[in-house]
């Protein structure tokens, strides 16, 4: 029997994937449907009560909720913000600015996560650089730092790159001159982007959004620095739950039900976008 060079070239990548993300994950939801003790840590059962926990708790439902809304609100300003953006770059910039730019978006792409909230730590610290700003103009500064506003901030600043990377890669898809035909045919700027940009760009949008929208749901060094002991999302409270309070079956819920949200949210909205694209398209 002939095997196919495909075969034997897909194999050490399958295998590379089987165990290096699909086993942890399964051995994360046997752990979920352990028992936690204190003396022992983890007896080895088959019980939901750590997802019955979880429900029955409304702080976690709230961590959940918490998490759901600024992770929402987050892609939300990604998208307003980076739109215009990825369209200047795409159409009106020139190619050496096109260049120029594109290098500034990414650079921040370089840094960790960390580092670049680090410097936000000291822009919006109570003596940081805006207090610092906004004193001198005579006014009282608004505490920013340890609030959701801070942690919104954060998030957007380090999700923007990607937005504006993955429509600034569909927007040079658009045939420049399906926006000349409608213009000629007397439509206005503001009509040619609702009737033509923004149906035509409509899988990027959708990329960029789902791509925001995850990281943000599993963000965890940006609200832990910028929201403080006091502000809890989903990501931080499994890192606590592992390796603070060693409750390893619980945290591993908490896990399993961040990603079955993350995924039954970005596959919903993966739906409705689909349906409104066919439509149009029709």
Known sequence: MRVSPA????????????????????LMLRYSFNKYD?????ISALTLENYAKFIGDAFYQQVLATTVGISALSTALCLIA?????????????PRMRSLLFILIILPLLMGNAVRTAAWMVILGDQGLLSSAVTMLGLSPAKLMYTPTAVVI????????????????????IERNLEDAAASLGAGHLTVLRRIVLPLSLPGILAGTMLCFILSMNAYATPVLLGGPQFHMMAPEVYQQVTKAMNWPFG????????AVTLVLT?????????????WSE
């Not at 591993?252 to 990603?259: D, R, V």
């Not at 596959?267 to 439509?279: D, G």
């Open 7 to 26: 075969f034997g070239l897909g194999t050490p990548a399958t295998l590379f994937v089987l165990l290096g993300l699909i086993v942890p994950l399964a």
């Open 252 to 259: 591993s819920a908490l896990a399993f039900i961040l990603m």
């Open 38 to 42: 204190p003396a022992e840590l983890m």
């Open 154 to 173: 954060g998030l957007v600043s380090v999700l923007l790159p990607f937005m504006i990377v993955t429509l600034q890669s569909v927007l040079e898809g």
């Open 267 to 279: 596959a919903t909205s993966n739906t409705l976008v689909q349906r409104r694209y066919r439509k």
């Open 82 to 94: 980076g739109f215009p953006v990825a369209y200047y770059l795409v159409r009106m910039a020139s």
